[in-house]
């Protein structure tokens, strides 16, 4: 019983993760890009999936991989999602750099791009904090960290709803709906703040 739940989990988080993807790959909207423009794209689908997987490693939701298991593969996928971010903003520069200049400098017309640019600046300094965790006091750390993790999520979901891309809208809705919920559920229940309330208020 004990195995068949933790495969029914990892079936459970790979069909969340997977099924965006293959329905991105699928689409028509792909039909001549370019083969950068294409993993640059794949790059920003995928990030989406990792930004589901990181609070299950924090929590150790995910069946071996939990405690000190689970916060090493975190700190991994962290580097992974910066990676991804990276491959993704070089790939759509190389395609398209004026587009690009507009998104950084927060000229483009385009409603997306404000956001992803905020999500983008969030896991740069989210990757920073987590490189200078050892000078920083636990609680100042889990404080910052937490509210750098809510503008990269609040700033990819926004991101990637308002694109009209290759990703599938009700398939994306889903899995951006599931990234805040369980985002949500994780920041709720580790407190970050709770070493800044006033004794009496808390728990």
């Known amino acids: 019983m004990n195995r068949l739940h933790h495969a029914l989990i990892w079936a459970g988080f790979l069909a969340v993760i997977g099924v965006p993807l293959v329905l991105a790959a699928t689409s028509p909207l792909l039909a001549w890009r370019q083969p950068i423009y294409v993993a640059a794209g794949f790059a920003g689908v995928l990030g989406m999936a990792v930004l589901l997987a990181q609070p299950l490693l924090v929590t150790g939701v995910l069946p071996g991989l939990s405690g000190l298991k689970g916060r090493r593969a975190h ?3 962290g580097g992974l999602l910066v990676g991804l971010i990276v491959v993704h903003v070089v790939g759509l520069w190389i395609t398209s750099p004026p587009d690009m200049i507009d998104a950084l400098t927060f000229t483009s017309p385009t409603p997306f791009s404000p956001w992803g640019v905020i999500a983008m600046w969030a896991i740069f300094g ?15 750390w889990r404080i910052a960290h937490s ?35 369980v985002t949500g559920l994780t920041i709720a229940k580790r407190r970050a703040w709770a070493p800044f309330m006033p004794k009496r208020t808390r728990r």
């Open 126 to 140: 989210a990757a920073g904090l987590a490189i200078y965790r050892a000078r920083m006091r636990l609680p100042i």
């Open 147 to 181: 509210a750098l993790v809510v503008i990269v999520v609040i700033g990819s979901v926004v991101h990637a709803m308002l694109i009209e891309g290759t990703m599938e809208i009700v398939s994306k809705a889903a899995v951006s709906a599931i990234v805040l919920i």
């Open 75 to 77: 700190r991994w996928v």
